[in-house]
């Protein structure tokens, strides 16, 4: 379904991880990003996490999210190798990587796709922003990161669709923001 809907770059091939462990997808991210050649078929994966709190290649856990809290509810906490902010995962939210040659690379273009597709298969009308992520209903619903290395790229993001809203705001509450 989703080839026929969605404009894939390049012959995409389509994965979907059945782990939920975050340090697994991340890493199989980061193997496929190494290891596959994108010049004749892009590819798209489909991943979903535990809930985690998954940070920026350069962000300090400390001002990002709330350790304390983190620990007490057995939330994970991990680092990725793209930029970007810090998000929470959990099974109400899918998370989507499209790995393509440099010349595909276009974030802009993918989340308008995504758009479309919820829209024309889901009656979902949610917006792109200028900054790159997706609202629906005036809810920020979408945020986006990438990589960009050598001749290939990946372009990620979040789209949360039923997260549990109390432990993601309290996750991304450091207590210790203003002190750092």
Same mark, same amino acid.
């Given at each position: 379904?989703?080839?026929? $809907?969605?404009?894939?770059?390049?012959?995409?091939?389509?994965?979907?991880?059945?782990?939920? =462990?975050?340090?697994?997808?991340?890493? #199989?991210?980061?193997?496929?990003?190494?290891?596959?050649?994108?010049?004749?078929?892009?590819?798209?994966?489909?991943? &979903?996490?535990?809930?985690?709190?998954?940070?920026? @290649?350069? &962000?300090?856990?400390?001002?990002?999210?709330?350790?304390?809290?983190?620990?007490?509810?057995?939330?994970?906490?991990?680092?990725?190798?793209?930029?970007?902010?810090?998000?929470?995962?959990?099974?109400?939210?899918?998370?989507?990587?499209?790995?393509?040659?440099? @010349?595909?690379?276009?974030?802009?273009?993918?989340?308008?796709?995504?758009?479309? $597709? #919820?829209?024309?298969?889901?009656?979902?009308?949610? &917006?792109?922003?200028?900054?790159? =992520?997706?609202?629906?209903?005036?809810?920020?619903?979408?945020?986006?990161?990438?990589?960009?290395?050598? =001749?290939?790229?990946?372009?990620?993001?979040?789209?949360?669709?039923?997260? =549990?809203?109390?432990?993601?705001?309290?996750? #991304?509450?450091?207590?210790?923001? @203003?002190?750092?």
């Amino acid at each position: 379904m989703l080839g026929s $809907v969605f404009n894939l770059p390049r012959n995409a091939r389509i994965l979907r991880s059945l782990s939920f =462990d975050p340090f697994y997808n991340l890493a #199989l991210e980061d193997w496929l990003f190494q290891n596959i050649n994108f010049t004749n078929n892009a590819l798209i994966l489909f991943w &979903q996490n535990s809930p985690s709190v998954i940070l920026g @290649s350069f &962000q300090n856990p400390w001002r990002e999210a709330n350790i304390n809290f983190l620990k007490r509810n057995e939330i994970l906490l991990a680092r990725r190798n793209s930029g970007g902010g810090t998000v929470y995962h959990d099974m109400g939210n899918c998370n989507v990587t499209i790995l393509t040659i440099k @010349s595909d690379y276009n974030r802009r273009r993918n989340l308008e796709e995504i758009c479309e $597709v #919820l829209r024309d298969n889901f009656s979902i009308s949610c &917006q792109v922003t200028k900054k790159l =992520d997706i609202f629906y209903n005036g809810f920020k619903v979408s945020g986006t990161a990438s990589r960009i290395a050598r =001749d290939k790229t990946y372009h990620h993001f979040t789209l949360l669709f039923s997260s =549990d809203t109390h432990l993601l705001k309290q996750s #991304l509450q450091s207590p210790l923001k @203003s002190n750092i």
